[in-house]
């Protein structure tokens, strides 16, 4: 009787180590924005959505497909970031080139822009993300 009792206290505090693991996971990932804001290589994009205020629209529950081009894809283009900046509209504008509603694949994707995805398919709890090493123009 003492087996049983032990074994059914261990096997209830596993599932519940696992339960809560498992919720945990589920809540840890958040919306598209939040990834990419905590992505070492999109601090460029993160702020330049912010700075659009598209990053607003974008935590929405969506779903969303965002093309995250990385920080060594925005220092590429030296100064022609610095000119999007001074014009709004036109940094706006580029910025929601990277943006589509609903989930798109990263196949469609790299057929739709002509670029090529580096790593796709990244999940968020409002849509997905797919990352690239080059920003998308005149979309």
């Known amino acids: 009787m003492k087996i049983g009792k032990k074994f059914s206290i261990i096997f209830t505090a596993l599932f519940a180590i696992v339960f809560v693991a498992g919720l945990n996971a589920t809540f840890a990932q958040g919306t598209v924005v939040d990834v990419i804001s905590e992505s070492e290589d999109h601090t460029i994009f993160a702020g330049l959505l912010a700075e659009t205020e598209l990053d607003n629209i974008v935590a929405q529950p969506g779903p969303f497909?965002?093309?995250?081009?990385?920080?060594?894809?925005?220092?590429?283009?030296?100064?022609?970031l610095d000119q999007m900046r001074e014009d709004p509209q036109v940094l706006q504008n580029v910025i929601i080139g990277h943006l589509f509603q609903g989930?798109?694949?990263s196949a469609e994707v790299e057929d739709h822009l002509g670029i090529e995805i580096r790593e796709g398919d990244i999940p968020a709890s409002n849509g997905v993300i797919h990352v690239s090493d080059q920003v998308v123009m005149g979309q």
Do not use: R, S
């Open 65 to 80: 497909t965002i093309v995250a081009p990385t920080d060594a894809a925005f220092e590429a283009m030296g100064d022609q």
């Open 103 to 105: 989930e798109v694949a």
